[in-house]
């Protein structure tokens, strides 16, 4: 059970669990005549549907609904079995009456909060294709582990533009199949101190994008992303099959030990080993090293992409942007500084880590969520200095309305709570960051003409470093 009415977001189904228990709450309130088709009506709707809900896949959300509907039944059905229409006096009945509905209220709410993602329909003129790669760097051992035989391996997964009128599954949300993205979203929730059961609706999730789906006539520019810290590959799903309807191949890293969970070919789980110490110097001391590690993945990854074509022709490794969400950001910077094959780079509110020189040679944008008095101090100047010192025209764009996890797909399935995703809503959050980056990418990698700036502007407020003069 994945489709869910949108701004309900409760499958058919549900819904009319959740109408067949209001209902059964209500009957006790009904005129005599009428009570007992009513209820009768009402019990077996929620039976039924309820049955199907354990079947095709039961949220916890619905809980505090099954709890209401099985404390008002009683009541409802008692008077008929003893064949008495006579209800209790009215002022003993409502107060369990008004406790049943609240009940029943807690699941579409909880619902709202943590929903299904439906992810934002696409707006390119390309159909989506996707599939996953694992690729191991001989050249590298795996700094993680004391196995002096262990080599760097880096699980990628392609979003491209496929042939329109392709048809397959469309693709599990998270991961190759339902159980990989369960363990996915257990171990994100875990990350952040969470129960996954809190996210069971998120494994549940389909994209657009069909499964190994032919790619479309044309060679296309090449988008590596790195996600934030204990992110995963898939973090960012909405904003990756918007820019390959719009003909770019995204490629999507997975960094073990860093990436939250990352199941292996053979089936192997490797869990994140990177881990805050409490000390500010040391933390950045680590979190520099785990960048560095990171941007050796993109540029990797690029040398894979380079050697074997895995869409048999339709990459343009000529035309690359690195790219990334916080963590993932500064390590697209690091890629872009040591690998003169990158073109452009997305910081999407990342902190520049690691070594600021050599200069940026690439044209930059960062996207940030406003300064507040609660912004690390550094964060700012940080990243002025290195969009200032590039050797090329760089873009910072501050969104109103942002949180951190506003450029990511978190606004489709959290709480819609400003300080966790911004104000801007499921939808628009996703629309936002994905427009900024393909009117960035087009002028960067296609050459488009037009005013970039005045482009820029239409989604926030514009900082821009011209190159002139240096």
């Given amino acids: 059970m994945t489709e869910t009415i949108t701004g309900l977001n409760m499958s058919p189904l549900e819904i009319l669990t959740l109408l067949s228990a209001v209902v059964l709450v209500v009957a006790r309130w009904l005129p005599a005549a009428a009570r007992p088709r009513v209820t009768i009506a009402a019990g077996a709707v929620f039976l039924l549907s309820t049955i199907l809900l354990l079947v095709t896949g039961f949220r916890w959300q619905m809980l505090p609904v099954l709890a209401g509907a099985i404390v008002a039944a009683p009541f409802a059905f008692l008077p008929l079995v003893r064949g008495r229409a006579r209800r209790a006096r009215w002022w003993l009945a409502l107060p369990g009456s008004v406790a049943c509905a609240c009940l029943i209220v807690v699941g579409p709410v909880a619902a709202w909060a943590l929903p299904v993602p439906v992810f934002p329909e696409l707006t390119g003129d390309h159909a989506v294709g996707t599939r996953v790669l694992q690729w191991t760097d001989q050249d590298r051992p795996e700094t993680f582990t004391e196995d002096p035989q262990d080599r760097r391996t880096v699980v990628v997964q392609l979003w491209y533009p496929a042939r329109n009128g392709s048809s397959g599954p469309r693709a599990q949300y998270l991961g190759r199949t339902e159980d990989e993205a369960r363990t996915v979203s257990e171990a994100l929730a875990g990350g952040v101190g969470l129960p996954g059961f809190l996210f069971d609706g998120v494994p549940r999730a389909r994209t657009h994008a069909i499964v190994d789906a032919p790619a479309a006539d044309g060679r296309y520019p090449v988008v590596l992303f790195s996600p934030g810290s204990s992110g995963v590959r898939t973090q960012n799903t909405a904003w990756a099959e918007e820019l390959a309807s719009h003909g770019y191949v995204v490629a999507a890293l997975d960094h073990p030990y860093d990436s939250a969970a990352v199941v292996l070919a053979d089936g192997r789980t490797i869990t994140t080993a990177t881990a805050s110490t409490g000390d500010r110097d040391q933390d950045d001391r680590?979190?520099?090293?785990?960048?560095?590690?990171?941007?050796?993945?993109?540029?990797?990854?690029?040398?894979?992409?380079?050697?074997?074509?895995?869409?048999?022709?339709?990459?343009?490794?000529?035309?690359?942007?690195?790219?990334?969400?916080?963590?993932?950001?500064?390590?697209?910077?690091q890629a872009a500084r040591k690998d003169p094959r990158i073109d452009a780079v997305i910081d999407l509110d990342g902190y520049p880590r690691g070594s600021l020189t050599p200069e940026l040679s690439q044209p930059t944008l960062a996207l940030t969520q406003a300064i507040t008095p609660d912004t690390d101090p550094r964060y700012l100047p940080q990243l002025t200095e290195v969009l200032t010192h590039g050797s090329a025209t760089n873009y910072r764009l501050t969104i109103p309305g942002a949180a951190h996890l506003t450029f990511m797909d978190g606004p489709l399935y959290l709480p819609p709570v400003p300080s966790i995703v911004g104000s801007l809503g499921r939808v628009e959050s996703a629309r936002v960051v994905a427009g900024a980056s393909l009117a960035f990418l087009d002028s960067a990698l296609r050459g488009g003409s037009g005013d970039l700036a005045g482009t820029l502007s239409r989604y926030g407020e514009l900082t821009v470093f011209h190159a002139e003069g240096r």
């Fill in 286 to 333: 680590l979190a520099d090293d785990w960048t560095a590690i990171r941007a050796a993945d993109l540029s990797f990854a690029l040398t894979r992409l380079e050697g074997l074509d895995p869409l048999e022709g339709h990459l343009d490794t000529s035309r690359v942007a690195a790219t990334g969400h916080s963590m993932g950001g500064a390590a697209a910077l």
